[in-house]
Structures are given as structure tokens and as C-alpha cells.
């Protein structure tokens, strides 16, 4: 079992969108919750949004209503959809278990330019 490998990350201008992709081997999402976080340069991690294995979903506040997490259990993939994007929201994004957010891989790096 490994850590999760993450990617689309890129650089973007505020108010345009991005689609984060997270997979891995060894286990499935489906029976965990998993969560995106998140590291500006400087700053401790973040939790930003976060799916149950009963499908419950939750988001911080700070992006509510512009991200969207979402899983296919068939390829194992955990997504997040990441719209209106602002500067603020740079930063390196990772996926792990709600269990253990620092068992994390390399992340993908978003940066979003005013």
C-alpha cells in the first residue's frame, strides 16, 4: 500500500477552473474517507473537502460552493473539481485518508495569478 499520487495541478488566472485527479493501489476509497488538503508555501496543511465512505461529503469553508469532490469507486479515483479559482487557492493540493492526512504523496501544485 502506498501513498496516493495526485495530478492536474497547474497555473491558472482567478476565476478559471481545474480538475485534480488522485489515485492509488493497495486500497480502496471507496471503504475509507478521503480527503483533499492542501499547503500554501509557509502555511500548515488544510483540509478542504472530504468524502465518507458513506458518501457524506463536506468542505471548508473557503470553498464551498466553488469545489467539488467527487470519487469513481469502479477506477479508484478520487477527484476534485475546482472552479472560480482565487489566489488564495494556490498552493500544493494532496489527497490521503481522513485517518491519516499526512501519509500523503508528492501533491500537484495549483497556482492561481490574479
Known amino acids: 500500500q502506498g501513498p496516493a499520487v495526485e495530478s492536474g495541478g497547474g497555473s491558472v488566472q482567478a476565476g478559471e477552473s481545474l480538475r485534480l485527479s488522485c489515485t492509488a493501489s493497495?486500497?480502496?476509497?471507496?471503504?475509507?474517507?478521503m480527503g483533499w488538503y492542501r499547503q500554501a508555501p509557509g502555511k500548515e496543511l488544510e483540509g478542504v473537502a472530504s468524502?465518507?465512505?458513506?458518501?457524506?461529503?463536506s468542505y471548508s469553508q473557503s470553498v464551498k460552493g466553488r469545489f467539488t469532490i467527487s470519487s469513481d469507486n469502479a477506477k479508484n479515483t478520487l477527484y476534485l473539481q475546482m472552479n472560480n479559482l482565487k489566489p488564495e487557492d494556490t498552493g500544493t493540493y494532496y489527497c490521503?485518508?481522513?485517518?491519516?492526512?499526512?501519509?500523503r504523496g508528492q501533491g500537484t501544485q495549483v497556482t492561481v495569478s490574479s
Open positions: 468524502i465518507g465512505s458513506d458518501v457524506a461529503i
Open positions: 493497495g486500497y480502496a476509497f471507496s471503504t475509507h474517507c
Open positions: 490521503a485518508t481522513c485517518a491519516a492526512p499526512n501519509y
